[in-house]
């Protein structure tokens, strides 16, 4: 198994919103995709955009999710976005896209980088991870 995580998913209750505020504060496109299908899942309504920025397939991906069993919080499990070189700078685009700082650039310990936390424009608690 090359990573612990496969997929992510961030919950939003206003695509459009959400959308905007992470191609801000990443500065790169995020792509719509086509909700999975099945018995459970997939009814009319319900959005997905995958987040870029991949090298290749054996990355792990993940998307923003729009659906009626989309909950958002600050409480729950925390996902952490990788950012090429120093976070400072996607960290410093949070509040103007309308996020708030939770947890300022923080050194996590020699040779392992450094992390941050933000509340996302959905209420989502979610982490940035850079090594400079």
Not at 60 to 74: E, I, T
Not at 83 to 93: F, I, M, Q, S, Y
């Amino acid at each position: 198994m090359a990573h612990a995580l496969a997929w992510f998913e961030i919950p939003c209750t206003d695509f459009d919103r959400a959308l905007k505020f992470y191609s801000d504060v990443l500065g790169r496109p995020m792509t719509p995709m086509p909700f999975p299908t099945g018995d459970d899942v997939g009814s009319e309504g319900e959005r997905m955009a995958a987040f870029q920025g991949l090298e290749d397939e054996s990355d792990v991906n993940g998307a923003l999710v729009y659906s009626k069993d989309s909950q958002p919080s600050r409480g729950g499990t925390i996902v952490y976005l990788y950012v090429e070189g120093d976070l400072t700078p996607a960290l410093n685009r949070v509040e103007p896209a309308g996020g708030k700082v939770l947890v300022p650039k923080t050194h996590i310990g020699e040779g392992m980088g450094y992390f941050a936390h933000f509340e996302d424009t959905e209420g989502n608690r979610v982490g940035l991870f850079s090594m400079a």
